[in-house]
């Protein structure tokens, strides 16, 4: 009866104690009409025993009862875990999308900055050039 880890299978156990308390019905069956029986038990023993199959029984059904609970639990914590993973991975999509909207941004940001570069840089040369023409006038006057 005993599983890994030195403790006892509650499965095993519980079939071993219906099994004696069948056979202890089956002897309380056959001689339940007297007020002793071959073995020495009264009736008030008999009751007993049977009680005691009654809240055997009683507890089995409990014990079903709550792993089947149990096994409900499970499941509905593994949904919650399942539905966070969506959540999350729906909200890091939408972070991923904002950031590369915002790159995007600066890009064209940056661009208009390097084409405002090249038409300054060309109004200096041209600048430059009309200034060397006007000295180059007033040199030759």
């Known amino acids: 009866y005993q599983r890994r880890g030195g403790g006892v299978d509650p499965n095993e156990k519980i079939s071993s104690l219906l099994q004696y308390l069948d056979e202890q019905e089956n002897s309380l069956n056959n001689s339940f009409t007297s007020d002793t029986t071959h073995d020495g038990r009264t009736k008030e023993e008999k009751r007993s025993l049977v009680t005691l199959r009654m809240d055997l029984e009683e507890q089995t059904r409990n014990v079903?009862?709550?792993?089947?609970?149990?096994?409900?639990?499970?499941?509905?914590?593994?949904?919650?875990?399942?539905?966070?993973?969506?959540?999350?991975?729906?909200?890091?999509?939408?972070?991923?999308?904002?950031?590369?909207?915002?790159?995007?941004?600066?890009?064209?940001?940056?661009?208009?900055?390097?084409?405002?570069?090249?038409?300054?840089?060309?109004?200096?040369?041209?600048?430059?050039?009309?200034?060397?023409?006007?000295?180059?006038?007033?040199?030759?006057?």
């Open 64 to 141: 079903e009862a709550l792993r089947k609970a149990l096994e409900r639990q499970k499941q509905r914590e593994k949904e919650v875990l399942l539905r966070q993973k969506e959540e999350d991975a729906e909200r890091l999509a939408a972070q991923k999308k904002e950031s590369e909207e915002v790159i995007k941004r600066h890009m064209a940001f940056a661009d208009q900055l390097l084409q405002d570069k090249e038409l300054l840089a060309q109004r200096c040369t041209n600048q430059a050039a009309e200034i060397d023409a006007i000295k180059l006038q007033c040199s030759q006057q």
